[in-house]
């Protein structure tokens, strides 16, 4: 059911876009930063590649509702490879983080807010690096970085926190931290 349920906010969050070429804003990173906190590493890896696998295959899984094998291999295509390595790797970051945490404090936020930002920040790597061989490095900075790491970064990641710190720490009174 959580495998359902990931793939789900992954579908929906890209749905909820801003137009901009070549990269929409979308709620992409959201779910996927959601996902990193709330799933264990091998369960977040597989949550993405269900997703992406989906998309691949036609499904409208991505933003406005496309899909297909060549919608991943074009200009965002670096953007969906940085999800499938950030959220298990926020997955893997969060799990030591909260591993001995009884109560989620105002430190332990921020120290988990750094790996928000560390995924946030691999995702965009990834994502103007590839962005580059279509439009310069120039370009993408400016169209595929500057607008996600300044405003939406800290917006999304600050959401998706929030969201998170209201959830049970895994392995309490919540299934989240289920193998």
């Not at 901009?20 to 804003?25: D, F, G, K, L, S």
């Not at 969060?94 to 989620?104: A, E, F, M, R, T």
Request: aromatic share 14%; with cysteine; hydrophobic share 50%.
């Amino acid at each position: 059911m959580k495998l359902i349920g990931g793939v789900g906010l992954l579908f929906l969050g890209s749905q909820i876009a801003i137009p901009a070429n070549p990269v929409p804003i979308t709620f992409q990173t959201f779910s996927v930063i959601f996902i990193g906190l709330s799933y264990r590493p091998g369960f977040a890896l597989q949550t993405l590649a269900s997703w992406l696998g989906l998309a691949a295959l036609g499904a409208p899984g991505l933003a406005n509702y496309s899909g297909g094998i060549q919608v991943m291999l074009g200009p965002t295509g670096g953007y969906l490879a940085g999800m499938l390595c950030a959220a298990p790797l926020l997955a893997l970051f969060q799990g030591k983080i909260s591993q001995n945490v009884k109560i989620k404090s105002s430190t332990h936020c921020v120290t988990i807010f750094l790996g928000v930002f560390f995924a946030h920040t691999l995702i965009l790597i990834f994502g103007v690096s590839y962005l580059a061989t279509f439009i310069g490095w120039s370009q993408a900075i400016s169209y595929g970085f500057l607008p996600f790491f300044i405003v939406t970064g800290f917006l999304k990641g600050g959401v998706a926190l929030r969201c998170w710190y209201c959830v049970p720490v895994p392995g309490e009174d919540s299934d989240l931290g289920a193998k």
